[in-house]
Protein backbone atom coordinates (compact mmCIF):
# COMPACT_ATOMS: atom_id res chain seq x y z
CA UNK A 1 0.00 0.00 0.00
CA UNK A 2 2.40 2.37 1.38
CA UNK A 3 5.15 1.50 -1.97
CA UNK A 4 2.31 1.95 -4.21
CA UNK A 5 1.15 5.19 -2.96
CA UNK A 6 4.96 6.78 -3.58
CA UNK A 7 4.61 4.89 -6.75
CA UNK A 8 1.39 7.11 -7.61
CA UNK A 9 2.95 10.16 -5.95
CA UNK A 10 6.10 9.33 -8.59
CA UNK A 11 4.36 8.72 -11.55
CA UNK A 12 2.04 11.73 -11.45
CA UNK A 13 4.40 14.27 -9.95
CA UNK A 14 4.66 16.44 -13.00
CA UNK A 15 1.26 16.01 -12.98
CA UNK A 16 0.68 17.86 -10.07
CA UNK A 17 2.97 20.64 -11.11
CA UNK A 18 1.12 21.40 -14.19
CA UNK A 19 -2.49 20.98 -11.57
CA UNK A 20 -0.78 23.51 -8.82
CA UNK A 21 -0.59 25.66 -11.99
CA UNK A 22 -4.24 25.55 -12.97
CA UNK A 23 -5.16 26.13 -9.55
CA UNK A 24 -2.77 29.01 -8.96
CA UNK A 25 -4.11 30.36 -12.71
CA UNK A 26 -7.75 30.04 -11.93
CA UNK A 27 -7.23 31.51 -8.41
CA UNK A 28 -5.62 34.43 -10.18
CA UNK A 29 -9.13 34.48 -12.42
CA UNK A 30 -11.41 34.87 -9.10
CA UNK A 31 -9.40 37.50 -7.75
CA UNK A 32 -9.60 39.02 -11.38
CA UNK A 33 -13.54 38.34 -11.27
CA UNK A 34 -13.93 39.46 -7.95
CA UNK A 35 -12.29 42.38 -8.47
CA UNK A 36 -14.02 43.06 -11.67
CA UNK A 37 -17.58 42.46 -10.12
CA UNK A 38 -17.11 44.80 -7.27
CA UNK A 39 -16.10 47.40 -9.65
CA UNK A 40 -19.30 47.27 -11.98
CA UNK A 41 -21.34 46.84 -8.74
CA UNK A 42 -19.98 50.16 -7.83
CA UNK A 43 -21.06 51.60 -11.52
CA UNK A 44 -24.23 50.10 -11.43
CA UNK A 45 -25.42 50.52 -7.94
CA UNK A 46 -24.34 54.11 -7.25
CA UNK A 47 -26.07 54.17 -3.82
CA UNK A 48 -24.51 57.76 -3.36
CA UNK A 49 -26.18 58.69 -6.55
CA UNK A 50 -29.65 57.67 -5.77
CA UNK A 51 -29.55 59.44 -2.77
CA UNK A 52 -28.07 62.67 -4.75
CA UNK A 53 -31.10 63.99 -6.82
CA UNK A 54 -29.58 65.75 -9.97
CA UNK A 55 -32.16 68.82 -9.47
CA UNK A 56 -33.66 69.91 -5.99
CA UNK A 57 -36.65 72.26 -6.45
CA UNK A 58 -37.30 73.96 -3.19
CA UNK A 59 -40.98 75.22 -1.47
CA UNK A 60 -41.76 77.07 1.36
CA UNK A 61 -41.50 73.97 3.48
CA UNK A 62 -37.37 73.39 3.21
CA UNK A 63 -36.84 76.78 5.10
CA UNK A 64 -39.02 75.62 8.04
CA UNK A 65 -37.45 76.31 11.34
CA UNK A 66 -34.06 77.68 9.89
CA UNK A 67 -33.31 79.60 12.82
CA UNK A 68 -33.05 76.10 14.50
CA UNK A 69 -30.38 74.84 11.72
CA UNK A 70 -26.50 75.33 12.14
CA UNK A 71 -25.37 78.51 12.90
CA UNK A 72 -22.42 78.39 11.10
CA UNK A 73 -21.15 82.28 10.91
CA UNK A 74 -22.90 85.50 12.85
CA UNK A 75 -21.69 89.04 11.30
CA UNK A 76 -22.04 92.65 12.85
CA UNK A 77 -22.34 95.81 11.55
CA UNK A 78 -21.24 97.26 8.42
CA UNK A 79 -19.79 94.95 5.60
CA UNK A 80 -17.83 96.68 2.83
CA UNK A 81 -18.65 93.67 0.23
CA UNK A 82 -22.16 94.26 1.03
CA UNK A 83 -22.79 97.84 0.06
CA UNK A 84 -26.39 98.44 0.56
CA UNK A 85 -27.90 95.05 0.44
CA UNK A 86 -28.86 92.77 3.34
CA UNK A 87 -28.98 95.97 5.20
CA UNK A 88 -25.05 95.96 5.06
CA UNK A 89 -25.25 99.98 5.85
CA UNK A 90 -26.75 99.58 8.90
CA UNK A 91 -24.12 99.42 11.66
CA UNK A 92 -26.47 97.83 14.20
CA UNK A 93 -27.67 94.78 12.26
CA UNK A 94 -26.81 91.52 12.89
CA UNK A 95 -26.50 88.80 9.86
CA UNK A 96 -27.32 85.18 10.85
CA UNK A 97 -26.09 82.22 8.58
CA UNK A 98 -27.73 79.13 8.55
CA UNK A 99 -26.77 75.92 6.79
CA UNK A 100 -29.41 73.42 6.78
CA UNK A 101 -27.81 69.94 8.50
CA UNK A 102 -24.96 71.90 8.42
CA UNK A 103 -23.97 71.25 4.54
CA UNK A 104 -20.12 71.66 3.58
CA UNK A 105 -18.70 72.19 0.34
CA UNK A 106 -17.34 68.26 -1.07
CA UNK A 107 -14.62 68.51 -3.65
CA UNK A 108 -15.09 72.09 -3.90
CA UNK A 109 -19.11 72.53 -4.14
CA UNK A 110 -21.70 72.22 -2.02
CA UNK A 111 -24.27 69.03 -2.84
CA UNK A 112 -27.71 69.44 -4.86
CA UNK A 113 -30.07 70.19 -2.23
CA UNK A 114 -28.15 72.38 0.08
CA UNK A 115 -30.21 75.09 1.81
CA UNK A 116 -28.64 77.97 3.60
CA UNK A 117 -30.80 81.18 5.23
CA UNK A 118 -29.26 84.27 6.47
CA UNK A 119 -31.31 86.21 8.65
CA UNK A 120 -30.50 90.03 9.09
CA UNK A 121 -32.16 91.96 12.65
CA UNK A 122 -31.21 94.75 14.61
CA UNK A 123 -32.43 95.65 17.64
CA UNK A 124 -34.55 98.64 16.62
CA UNK A 125 -37.03 96.22 14.78
CA UNK A 126 -36.60 98.01 12.04
CA UNK A 127 -34.75 95.51 9.88
CA UNK A 128 -35.76 91.86 9.19
CA UNK A 129 -34.67 90.40 6.34
CA UNK A 130 -34.57 86.28 5.52
CA UNK A 131 -32.77 85.88 1.94
CA UNK A 132 -32.37 82.19 1.17
CA UNK A 133 -30.36 80.34 -1.40
CA UNK A 134 -30.63 76.62 -2.40
CA UNK A 135 -28.35 74.19 -4.80
CA UNK A 136 -30.82 73.66 -7.24
CA UNK A 137 -28.46 72.18 -10.10
CA UNK A 138 -29.41 70.56 -13.46
CA UNK A 139 -27.73 73.63 -15.32
CA UNK A 140 -30.50 75.98 -13.61
CA UNK A 141 -27.91 78.80 -12.81
CA UNK A 142 -24.56 78.18 -14.63
CA UNK A 143 -22.95 81.24 -14.10
CA UNK A 144 -23.16 81.00 -10.23
CA UNK A 145 -23.11 77.05 -9.59
CA UNK A 146 -26.81 76.39 -10.15
CA UNK A 147 -27.87 78.52 -6.84
CA UNK A 148 -31.42 79.32 -6.98
CA UNK A 149 -31.88 82.92 -4.89
CA UNK A 150 -35.07 83.57 -2.99
CA UNK A 151 -36.46 86.17 -0.73
CA UNK A 152 -38.29 84.61 2.19
CA UNK A 153 -41.02 86.51 4.68
CA UNK A 154 -40.95 86.87 8.53
CA UNK A 155 -42.57 83.06 8.81
CA UNK A 156 -39.46 81.66 6.80
CA UNK A 157 -42.05 80.87 4.05
CA UNK A 158 -40.74 82.35 0.19
CA UNK A 159 -41.58 85.90 0.00
CA UNK A 160 -44.65 86.99 -2.71
CA UNK A 161 -44.44 90.00 -4.34
CA UNK A 162 -47.47 92.48 -5.39
CA UNK A 163 -48.94 90.34 -7.52
CA UNK A 164 -48.52 87.31 -5.94
CA UNK A 165 -45.15 85.69 -8.19
CA UNK A 166 -42.83 83.81 -5.11
CA UNK A 167 -39.75 85.77 -5.16
CA UNK A 168 -37.30 83.55 -6.49
CA UNK A 169 -35.16 82.76 -9.43
CA UNK A 170 -31.54 82.60 -10.94
CA UNK A 171 -29.60 84.71 -13.19
CA UNK A 172 -32.19 87.29 -13.21
CA UNK A 173 -33.17 87.58 -9.68
CA UNK A 174 -33.29 90.97 -8.00
CA UNK A 175 -32.14 92.19 -11.74
CA UNK A 176 -29.00 90.03 -11.80
CA UNK A 177 -27.88 91.73 -8.12
CA UNK A 178 -27.81 88.44 -6.43
CA UNK A 179 -25.83 86.96 -9.16
CA UNK A 180 -23.46 89.51 -9.73
CA UNK A 181 -22.45 90.01 -6.14
CA UNK A 182 -22.52 86.55 -5.19
CA UNK A 183 -19.92 86.08 -7.85
CA UNK A 184 -17.42 87.77 -6.45
CA UNK A 185 -17.82 84.69 -3.86
CA UNK A 186 -16.88 81.73 -6.98
CA UNK A 187 -13.57 80.51 -5.33
CA UNK A 188 -16.40 78.72 -2.20
CA UNK A 189 -18.63 77.51 -4.60
CA UNK A 190 -20.78 81.40 -4.16
CA UNK A 191 -20.91 81.36 -0.36
CA UNK A 192 -19.17 84.40 1.47
CA UNK A 193 -20.05 82.54 4.95
CA UNK A 194 -18.59 79.13 4.82
C1 LIG B 1 -23.56 93.62 -2.76
C2 LIG B 1 -23.28 92.24 -2.53
C3 LIG B 1 -24.42 91.23 -2.29
C4 LIG B 1 -25.65 91.13 -2.93
C5 LIG B 1 -26.23 92.04 -4.00
C6 LIG B 1 -26.30 89.96 -2.38
N1 LIG B 1 -25.51 89.38 -1.43
FE1 LIG B 1 -25.99 87.74 -0.31
N2 LIG B 1 -24.28 88.02 0.78
C7 LIG B 1 -23.31 88.99 0.55
C8 LIG B 1 -22.28 88.86 1.58
C9 LIG B 1 -21.02 89.72 1.69
C10 LIG B 1 -22.66 87.79 2.40
C11 LIG B 1 -21.90 87.27 3.65
C12 LIG B 1 -22.67 87.38 4.93
C13 LIG B 1 -22.70 88.78 5.48
O1 LIG B 1 -21.74 89.25 6.05
O2 LIG B 1 -23.74 89.42 5.37
C14 LIG B 1 -23.91 87.27 1.85
C15 LIG B 1 -24.57 86.19 2.35
C16 LIG B 1 -25.69 85.61 1.78
C17 LIG B 1 -26.26 84.37 2.21
C18 LIG B 1 -25.66 83.43 3.25
C19 LIG B 1 -24.58 82.56 2.57
C20 LIG B 1 -23.31 83.29 2.25
O3 LIG B 1 -23.01 83.48 1.05
O4 LIG B 1 -22.60 83.69 3.17
C21 LIG B 1 -27.38 84.18 1.45
C22 LIG B 1 -28.34 82.99 1.54
C23 LIG B 1 -27.50 85.28 0.56
N3 LIG B 1 -26.45 86.14 0.78
C24 LIG B 1 -28.53 85.43 -0.36
C25 LIG B 1 -28.61 86.51 -1.25
C26 LIG B 1 -29.73 86.72 -2.14
C27 LIG B 1 -30.94 85.85 -2.26
C28 LIG B 1 -29.45 87.87 -2.83
C29 LIG B 1 -30.31 88.59 -3.84
C30 LIG B 1 -31.66 88.89 -3.41
C31 LIG B 1 -28.16 88.35 -2.34
N4 LIG B 1 -27.68 87.49 -1.39
C32 LIG B 1 -27.55 89.51 -2.79
C33 LIG B 1 -23.31 89.90 -0.44
C34 LIG B 1 -24.35 90.14 -1.33
Known amino acids: MGLD ?19 TLSLLAIVFATAASI ?10 DKTTPTEFIADSTSFANFSNW ?5 NFGPSPSLDVAHAGNDSTVTRKVYFKNGQAR ?9 ICVKHSTNPAGTVNEIV ?4 R ?12 WFMLDANGKIAKDMSGMEMRGGASMMNGMCNGCHGKASSKDFTFSK
Open 5 to 23: GIKVYLINKPKLKSMTKKV
Open 137 to 148: GNGFNPTTGDWE
Open 70 to 74: SLDKT
Open 106 to 114: VNGAYPVGT
Open 132 to 135: GMVK
Open 39 to 48: QSCKKDDKPA
